[in-house]
């Protein structure tokens, strides 16, 4: 019994420094109302699975919360087609994005992280919204340190290009970009 109560106080003291963290995760990937819900499931897969953690709370609870929201987005999907079917229409496209994709919206970086693929916006988020070492987001991803490194690279490298496509030509100079040019 003292064992179980031992792990309770551990997994209650991740709990209370990671839930605000965590939320704010959820927070940049799911409309306002889905939140409470999937923070909630987080931490009770977290509690389910805790005997399983291995190494820093926060990326392997990022793991997790990556999960629950790609099952909250097949869910959503799946309710806003069963919508459009009774509603007699072809498609429906209802999702409220989160707080911070609408204030980048506003500035413009929306349509810029638009063109990047799903899997260059996580490795970016992960680590420039979400703070974490690439360390961390390798696990959050359930990747090697290396692999981590490369996407990430890969993913900047892709940033930069879309980036440069956006910068205006200014008196006859060209915005820098990472394509090579045959010489």
Request: aromatic share 8%; charged share 30%; glycine share 8%.
């Amino acid at each position: 019994m003292g064992e179980i109560a031992d792990e309770w106080s551990r997994f209650e003291a991740v709990y209370r420094d990671s839930y605000h963290t965590v939320v704010r995760y959820l927070t940049r990937r799911l409309a306002p109302d889905l939140i409470d819900d999937a923070a909630s499931e987080v931490f009770a897969i977290a509690w389910e699975r805790w005997s399983t953690k291995r190494g820093a709370a926060l990326p392997w609870l990022y793991g997790i919360a990556r999960q629950v929201v790609a099952n909250t987005w097949r869910s959503q999907g799946r309710a806003d087609r069963l919508v459009g079917r009774l509603r007699g229409e072809k498609g429906t496209d209802t999702d409220e994005p989160g707080a911070d994709t609408r204030v980048l919206a506003r500035m413009g970086a929306a349509r810029i992280l638009a063109r990047l693929s799903e899997g260059d916006r996580e490795v970016l988020m992960l680590v420039s919204w979400d703070g974490l070492e690439p360390h961390e987001a390798a696990q959050a991803l359930g990747c090697s340190k290396a692999t981590f490194a490369v996407r990430l690279h890969r993913a900047r490298r892709r940033l930069e290009h879309e980036l440069a496509k956006d910068v205006p030509e200014v008196a006859g100079h060209r915005p820098v970009t990472t394509e090579r040019t045959a010489t």
